[in-house]
C-alpha cells in the first residue's frame, strides 16, 4: 500500500467505527452520544497511528498481497493490533471514566472484542472491495 492508501484505509475505518460505537452508545447506554464520540474521537486519533505503524511492520513480515491472506493472518493481524492498542487507550479511560484499572480493562476487554471482528471484517472487505474497483480502473 501506498501511504495515501495507508491513509485512507485507515481514516475509513476511524469512521465507519465511530458511526457504530455512537449509534450503539445511544441506543443501548445512557451516555451523551456527543461525549462518547469525543472520547471516541481521540481514542481513534490513537488507534489510527497504531494502525499506520502496525500495518506497515505488518506488511514487512507478511507481504503486499493482502489477498492471498488467510483467515488465520487475517485474525492474528487483528489480535495482534488490538493487544498493542490496549497499551495506549487504558490510561486514557481511566483518566477520562476516573475508573480503576480492573473496570477499565474489562471495558476495554469489550471494545477490543468489536473491534477484532469489526477489524477482521472491515480489512476483508476493504481488500476485497479494492481489488474490484482497481481492476476497474485498469480494464478501461
Known sequence: MTTKERILHSVLFEIFALVIIMAGASLFTNHNPAAVGGMGLVMSLIAMAWN????????KVFGNDRLSRKMGTRIAHGIGFEFGLIFATI??????????????????????????????????????????????????
Open 52 to 59: 499506520y505503524i502496525y500495518n506497515l511492520g505488518f506488511d
Open 91 to 140: 490510561p486514557l479511560l481511566m483518566w477520562v471514566l476516573q475508573k480503576d484499572f480492573w473496570t477499565v480493562l474489562i471495558l476495554d476487554i469489550g471494545i477490543v472484542l468489536f473491534f477484532l471482528v469489526y477489524s477482521i471484517l472491515y480489512n476483508l472487505a476493504y481488500d476485497h472491495i479494492k481489488a474490484k474497483w482497481f481492476n476497474k480502473m485498469v480494464a478501461a
